[in-house]
């Protein structure tokens, strides 16, 4: 009798770890293509640097709660920047404070004498916030630290001779990101200081010294500026130099959002041309992104798929938020001005099955792509090349009658996703809406690039030079896709495929 109900009760555990796991990551509105911690509270993404193989994602992390508070490092790591896999807690929070954004670097010639038997640690430089000294108004409790690693971003030492750069008395001094300067051979640190940002330079990466400012008279001044990043860009067979610097709040369609600056640096300024405020995405879900280390020509840029003005209050149970999926990043000329354009890494097609084409259809006001490729499921991506550009709506639906509309205005010449019947939405006020994106190209045709996920849609139009990122929340997940017309348009091409989750079943 009593063996029989240790296999019973074998049974029943094993059975209930089954279900838990099964369910891991299958939760409602879990992202499937995007990575989102197992639980509890996530913002921005930090340290980004690639490794011997390793594509490092560290970020915000608050573990124990699904709401923003005592800031660690959480870690995750990938080989291809599709499938991730989660790691232990990089940096706890420390007598200097909670560990908030920053970046990481491989230190490939020891400059900061951290690397061990030959080998180039990471280096990770990172702003630390005492909460007590910001409950006590001292206006000096943002100071930037470091710590390295030995074991390619397992286990991380914290700087014995922490602050390496002290706050002057600005209450809002943060963010730091590190490159490698070749031409001066010298560290470049950009981070956010209020309504600009400074630049430093080190040799060291232990010392650092004040080079100049940028931004005071550029760009969205509507909030405070946060985790800016410099790189450059060889285009055209020369170096142009990027400043991207996130703003809350202040973003084109409200709360937080992220700006970027094309231009020149010469070691010491940053100066730009640009006489217009340019918005790497224009929707509401993506924030705090910064491009990855050490990836050499090619520019990895991933951010925080949520906005400020409603990610505390987002209806996700076991964990809070996720981010947006890894893009490439490349310069195009408009006329006479150079924009950034994003689009999906090549690695993601490895995740879709064999896509429905469809050319030279016609959309006589309504096309159902059920009916047209006998299956509709999330997530999936939708690519469409238009002869002209001309109204239409992509609607993701179910039966609930909860739609989600993407689409063109011709007359306003903007895109828009409207998410204001997208059921849950009353969590906060701001969420929602109806959002706009400027179609910046004048190109005679149009093609769009649409990642929808769970709970997600991510539009690349014109090769990226528009782009609008946005979370929804579906009572059960959408299973219709139709595209509406207000007149018969002539679509060159759809192109229809599903992708695979990237987590076990
Ligand atoms: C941006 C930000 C950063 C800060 C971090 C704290 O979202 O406010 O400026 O370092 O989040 O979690």
């Not at 390295?148 to 209450?171: A, E, H, Q």
Request: glycine fraction near 6%; proline fraction near 6%; aromatic fraction near 12%.
């Amino acid at each position: 009798m009593k063996v029989i109900s240790v296999i019973f009760l074998c049974i029943i555990i094993h059975t209930q770890s089954f279900a838990q796991n099964g369910s891991m990551y299958h939760e409602q509105y879990r992202p499937q293509i995007h990575f989102s911690p197992k639980a509890h509270w996530m913002n921005d993404p930090n340290g980004m640097v690639y490794n011997d193989g390793i594509y490092h994602l560290f970020y915000q992390y608050c573990p124990g709660s699904t709401v923003w508070g005592p800031m660690h490092w959480g870690h995750a790591v990938s080989t291809d920047l599709v499938h991730w896999k989660e790691q232990p807690i990089a940096l706890y929070p420390d007598s200097i404070g909670y560990i908030f954004s920053g970046s990481a670097v491989v230190d490939k010639n020891n400059t900061s004498g951290f690397g061990k038997n030959g080998n180039a640690p990471l280096v990770a430089v990172f702003t630390q916030h005492d909460p007590v000294g910001e409950k006590q108004n001292t206006d000096v409790f943002q100071n930037q630290s470091i710590a390295f690693s030995n074991d390619n971003g397992k286990t991380w030492i914290k700087y014995k001779g922490n602050p390496v750069i002290k706050n002057p008395g600005i209450k809002d001094f943060r963010d730091p990101k590190v490159m490698w300067y070749d031409e001066g051979k010298k560290w470049i640190l950009v981070m956010a200081v209020k309504d600009h940002v400074s630049l430093f330079s080190s040799l060291n990466l232990k010392d650092w010294t004040k080079e100049s400012d940028f931004g005071e008279h550029f760009g969205a001044h509507g909030g405070v500026w946060e985790c800016p990043d410099i790189f450059y860009m060889n285009y055209k067979g020369k170096k142009v130099w990027v400043i991207t610097c996130s703003i809350n709040p202040g973003a084109p369609n409200g709360g937080s959002g992220t700006q970027y600056f094309v231009g020149d640096f010469d070691g010491k300024n940053f100066t730009t041309t640009d006489t217009i405020t340019k918005w790497i995405d224009y929707g509401p879900d993506d924030y705090a992104g910064v491009t990855w280390s050490n990836t050499g020509d090619k520019k990895i840029f991933l951010g925080w798929m949520s906005n400020w003005s409603y990610a505390i209050d987002v209806p996700t149970i076991k964990w809070r938020s996720a981010t947006t999926l890894p893009r490439e990043l490349k310069l195009k000329h408009i006329n006479d001005k150079i924009f950034i354009a994003s689009k999906p890494l090549p690695a993601l097609s490895k995740n879709e099955l064999k896509p429905v084409i469809l050319n030279d259809a016609e959309i006589n006001r309504n096309f159902d792509l059920l009916s047209k490729t006998g299956r509709i499921k999330f997530p999936c991506r939708i690519k469409m090349n238009l002869k002209k550009p001309e109204d239409f709506t992509v609607v993701l639906s179910n039966d609930a009658k909860e739609k989600v509309l993407i689409g063109y205005n011709k007359n306003e010449n903007r895109y828009f996703i409207d998410r204001t019947n997208s059921e849950k939405t009353d969590f906060q006020k701001d969420f929602a809406g109806k959002h706009f994106a400027p179609r910046l190209t004048t190109a005679d045709s149009m093609n769009l690039d649409l990642i929808i996920d769970e709970s997600s849609v991510e539009l690349f139009a014109d090769n990226g030079i528009s782009v609008m990122t946005e979370i929804f929340f579906p009572s059960k997940p959408y299973n219709k896709i139709n595209i509406e017309a207000p007149e018969k348009i002539a679509v060159k091409r759809i192109e229809y495929a599903l992708l695979k989750s990237i987590w076990p079943l």
